[in-house]
């Protein structure tokens, strides 16, 4: 199966990812990818045909909460993490033109 | 008795006598840090004077009576995924190289709670991907048994600063094995909790329905000790689950008559390594001495465990990390082209290879076309993973087998071959999938004087079960040593052939 992974699932997948790979990383993404695929492809000898797909491994149902701030306002905290802030706000570039 | 040979109970027992202070304690702590810091790399952070404030008030506590628990003034470390407030947190990544966090992790409050000093960040492998601590971005740790050796991964900074002392005890956290398999190859004690027991406020995540918060330590009585302070249910994980007996120290009894273990025949198969299986079998045998009731029996879908795992794991990892942008917090990069090329170039940047290698896996298989076939496919063997475990378990109180098919491999040999290294992980990684709870602790050495681990796996729950199986036959089997002892002494190794 590994044969489904072409130059153009990469750039696709790079996209996805938001990831932008060197030439030489690309080539080794696709035989890293194509490898683990083929890797994965081993479930396939599973009959999982009347099987319910587990993402909890609990019976968990939703949790509520009501709908009230518990936070404290710690603005000038949070953004002086930021690469970059003006104005009491995260400073982004220019989106649209 | 010299305060670095003490477990962190015995030193907090010895703080409550007034024989020694948690200001001593630490001095000591940093001591042995100066001393052996340089060699091994175990932090990314060491908080100095944070730590001596924290151990004047924690004393002052303890004199007043304030404070009387099991762990109270005993210096801690905590692996860098962990939020404390104010204290850099890097996940060893560069992307996140200047994160400074405005709150703590759950299980963090809950130590400090109870009296830990924190004497700083443990490194790890970066954003915990990683079964060797060398794709942290600040640089590898070394084992303390053996300096050419890794001390396993990703919580291999937290291990290896238990083993070479440089800590009474220290949290990891476990996706695949990340505390039991560095457990294993340090010589120490590791345990990965039931899914939900422990709050995940605060960890940096990885694969959420996986990743699980738990306790490093010198002994099993340490691990209970731990376990009990950090176990709480947390309003702000809606995964936490509510627990009401978390008296976990109470479960410290030797007592395993009539206990039935079950031995998977599976886990002993192809690749395990010889001193490993006879050190584990041996241990079996104890236990039966000891009363236990041991048989073998086929576990079934060993081998399917592995790739559901990466499949669920980096599915997981490439919806978590997709938070890291170069807006809110972290690296930045440099030079840009408007938002989508900042984007691209700062996770290009900021991330590693092995991160980027299952971003990219992550991304694929969740992607339209292939959900069904990869995503949905590992969901429903993770389902059936599940059932072989409910099997065993009707069956057995507990499953024994080894930790990992080796014990430490030497330092470089592992990142060339991914799929090699995710091999490793064959015996912890089911465990993750299905929820369970499961310890690892020493029962041996291999032919090089390298530690061997022993893994016990519970069905949900029972930490108490496993903790008093555990605490059986570690008072059965003796001291195991410490690292420190063999510093400079152990022999260089041979070349290991491959797995």
């Known amino acids: 199966m590994a044969n489904i992974i072409t130059d153009e699932t990469i750039d696709y997948v790079s996209i996805l990812a938001k990831l932008e790979l060197s030439p030489e990383e690309k080539e080794q993404a696709k035989r890293d990818m194509g490898r683990m695929l083929d890797y994965i492809d081993k479930l396939g000898e599973l009959d999982t045909e009347n099987v319910e797909a587990m993402s909890h491994v609990f019976p968990v149902n939703n949790v509520f909460r009501e709908d009230v701030v518990s936070n404290s306002d710690i603005r000038e905290e949070l953004l002086s993490n930021a690469p970059a802030q003006k104005d009491g706000m995260f400073m982004v570039p220019r989106t649209f033109d | 008795m010299a305060l670095l040979d003490m477990t962190a109970t015995e030193l907090a027992a010895a703080i409550k006598e007034g024989k020694t202070t948690a200001v001593d304690a630490l001095n000591e702590v940093f001591e042995r840090i100066e001393a052996k810091e340089d060699t091994y790399h175990c932090y990314v952070t060491i908080d100095k004077e944070g730590a001596l404030k924290q151990a004047e008030a924690v004393q002052r506590q303890i004199e007043s009576g304030e404070l009387s628990g099991a762990l109270a003034g005993v210096p801690v470390a905590i692996k860098d995924n962990m939020c404390i407030k104010g204290m850099l947190t890097t996940c060893s990544s560069k992307i996140l190289g200047n994160f400074v966090p405005t709150y703590s992790a759950e299980a963090v409050i809950n130590l400090q709670k109870a009296g830990a000093v924190i004497i700083g960040k443990t490194n790890m492998d970066e954003f915990a991907m990683g079964s060797t601590t060398e794709t942290s971005a600040f640089g590898a740790t070394k084992n303390p048994w053996n300096t050419d050796c890794v001390p396993g991964g990703s919580s291999g900074g937290s291990a290896a600063a238990i083993a070479a002392g440089e800590c009474f005890y220290a949290l990891g956290s476990d996706t695949g094995g990340s505390i039991r398999q560095p457990a294993a190859y340090c010589g120490i004690v590791g345990m990965k909790p039931t899914y939900g027991l422990v709050s995940r406020y605060g960890l940096i995540a990885y694969g ?77 045998e104890i236990l039966r001495e000891k009363g236990a009731i041991v048989e073998e029996f086929n576990l079934s879908l060993v081998d399917y465990a592995i790739p559901t795992y990466y499949t669920i794991a980096a599915a997981e990892a490439s919806s978590n990390l997709e938070r890291f942008d170069g807006i809110k917090y972290g690296y930045r990069t440099k030079d840009f082209n408007g938002l989508h090329n900042m984007y691209k170039k700062t996770r290009s940047e900021g991330f590693g290879e092995e991160v980027k290698r299952r971003i990219m896996l992550g991304s694929f298989v969740l992607s339209s076309g292939y959900y069904d076939a990869y995503y949905l496919k590992a969901l429903k063997v993770k389902a059936l993973i599940k059932k072989a475990f409910d099997d065993a378990f009707s069956k057995y109180d507990i499953i024994l087998g080894p930790v990992a098919p080796t014990t430490a491999p030497q330092l470089g040999s592992s990142l060339s071959d991914p799929i090699k290294m995710y091999l490793g992980d064959i015996y912890t990684i089911a465990v993750n999938l299905a929820g369970l709870p499961a310890i690892s602790l020493p029962c041996g050495k291999d032919r090089n004087g390298l530690p061997i681990g022993l893994q016990l796996i519970g069905d949900c729950f029972t930490e108490k079960k496993l903790l008093r199986t555990a605490y059986t036959y570690e008072k059965a089997r003796g001291a195991f040593g410490k690292a420190m002892e063999q510093t400079g002494k152990a022999a260089a190794l041979p070349e290991k052939e491959g797995m």
Not at chain 2, 252 to 272: A, C, H, Q, T
């Open chain 2, 208 to 284: 959420s329905s996986l990743d699980q918060i738990g306790p490093m330590s010198q002994d099993v009585t340490d691990c209970a000790a731990i376990l009990q302070t950090i176990a709480s249910h947390d309003a702000k994980d809606s995964t936490s689950v509510s627990t009401q007996d978390t008296d976990y120290m109470s479960a410290l009894e030797e007592d395993v008559k009539g206990l039935r273990i079950g031995i998977p025949k599976d886990y002993f198969g192809e690749g395990l390594d010889e001193d490993v299986k006879s050190a584990v079998l041996h241990a079996s």
